[in-house]
Antibody
Framework: EVKLLESGGGLVQPGGSLRLSCSVSGFTFADFYMSWIRQPPGKAPEWLGMIRNTANLYSTDYNPSVKGRFTISRDNTQDILYLQMDTLRTEDTAIYYC??????????WGQGVMVTVSS | DVQMTQSLSYLAASPGESVSISCEASKSISNFLAWYQQKPGEPYKLLIQSGSTLQSGTPSRFSGSGSGTDFTLTIRSLEPEDFGLYYCQQYYEKPLTFGSGTKLEIK
């Protein structure tokens, strides 16, 4: 069974940093693209970026809205996906999801983790 | 960015009825359109890709249609478990973008 579990969320002050993790199981992690998606309360989901698989040398793409502040990485030895978030703003408050990619579709999602940016 | 518009934010229908949920893209996206279902306490579920191709496990009462800019998700003979939020997503170009969602409530 495919499982994705996000962790690392919480309350952070504006300007601060936070690193989210997504632990996966039930599939060969290194073979798949992975993405981060967020959803502010009551708003549409927003794709943040992706990291490709081994065959594509773990290259990354980012939404311009977060490029330069957010960094996606992966540890294929521990089957963990990461999202490093720097210079956080109040508008980054959202539920953050990791998702397994079927290229640029998302066939499995985690339950999400809440990130609140507030002073 | 390609803007995805789901003009209906809320829809209520009774079991057994059929409903249609629309999604409009701000430019032609061919058939690079997916539909997702989100239910409280559950992960997002990919229902349909390529505008009309059902994912494995998606009940046959679900169907998708459209190409270019206008797309429709139709659910025939609604079941109580079909309540939830439905989102469209374009994958024609990056950044990948989602619609704002349509909440389907079962009467």
């Amino acid at each position: 069974e495919v499982k994705l579990l996000e962790s690392g969320g919480g309350l952070v002050q504006p300007g601060g940093s936070l690193r989210l993790s997504c632990s996966v199981s039930g599939f060969t992690f290194a073979d798949f693209y992975m993405s981060w998606i967020r959803q502010p309360p009551g708003k549409a989901p927003e794709w943040l970026g992706m990291i490709r698989n081994t065959a594509n040398l773990y290259s990354t793409d980012y939404n311009p809205s977060v490029k330069g502040r957010f960094t996606i990485s992966r540890d294929n030895t521990q089957d963990i996906l990461y999202l490093q978030m720097d210079t956080l703003r109040t508008e980054d408050t959202a539920i953050y999801y990791c998702a397994r990619g079927l290229w640029v579709l998302f066939d499995h999602w985690g339950q999400g983790v809440m990130v609140t940016v507030s002073s | 960015d390609v803007q995805m518009t789901q003009s209906l934010s809320y829809l209520a229908a009774s079991p057994g009825e059929s409903v249609s949920i629309s999604c409009e893209a701000s430019k032609s996206i061919s058939n690079f359109l997916a539909w997702y279902q989100q239910k409280p306490g559950e992960p997002y579920k990919l229902l349909i890709q390529s505008g009309s191709t059902l994912q494995s496990g998606t009940p046959s009462r679900f169907s998708g249609s459209g190409s270019g800019t206008d797309f429709t998700l139709t659910i025939r003979s609604l079941e109580p478990e079909d309540f939830g939020l439905y989102y469209c997503q374009q994958y024609y170009e990056k950044p990948l973008t989602f619609g704002s969602g349509t909440k389907l409530e079962i009467k």
